[in-house]
Nanobody, 124 residues
Framework: QDHLVESGGGSVQAGGSLRLSCATT????????MGWFRQSPGKARDGVAN???????SYAESVKGRFTISGDRANHTLYLQMNNLKPEDTAIYHC??????????????????RGQGTQVTVSS
């Protein structure tokens, strides 16, 4: 598995939008399912959205209707469009690339991050 490079985070006011990107290699993008998780100090890791090999997606209840995960096969990049951001969305966001069954059984959240993540801060 290759390194993942996240970008696009920043500081916004509640109601604002950000678009996160996760760049990887063609090999990683084509072999694995991918997803985004987030983590804040003192809180458990929180799965946000998953992007499966067939293009299907799934979302945490807390972000449904506000976040959209998508992938660009030509540029082997994963995206997370985040709209109507709330203060509780504040966290470091990481992307992940794992064997697809690990997204189904939830074990993908136990892996060590392979990138530095990108900070998202939402003020009220």
């Amino acid at each position: 598995q290759d390194h993942l490079v996240e970008s696009g985070g920043g500081s916004v006011q509640a109601g604002g939008s950000l678009r996160l990107s996760c760049a990887t290699t063609r090999s990683t993008y084509s072999k694995y399912c991918m997803g985004w998780f987030r983590q804040s100090p003192g809180k458990a890791r929180d799965g946000v959205a998953n992007f499966y090999a067939d293009g299907s997606t799934s979302y945490a209840e807390s972000v449904k209707g506000r976040f959209t995960i998508s992938g660009d096969r030509a540029n082997h990049t994963l995206y997370l469009q985040m709209n109507n951001l709330k203060p509780e969305d504040t966290a470091i966001y990481h992307c992940a690339a794992e064997l697809c069954f690990r997204f189904v059984d939830g074990s993908w959240l136990k892996s060590e991050p392979r990138g530095q993540g990108t900070q998202v801060t939402v003020s009220s």
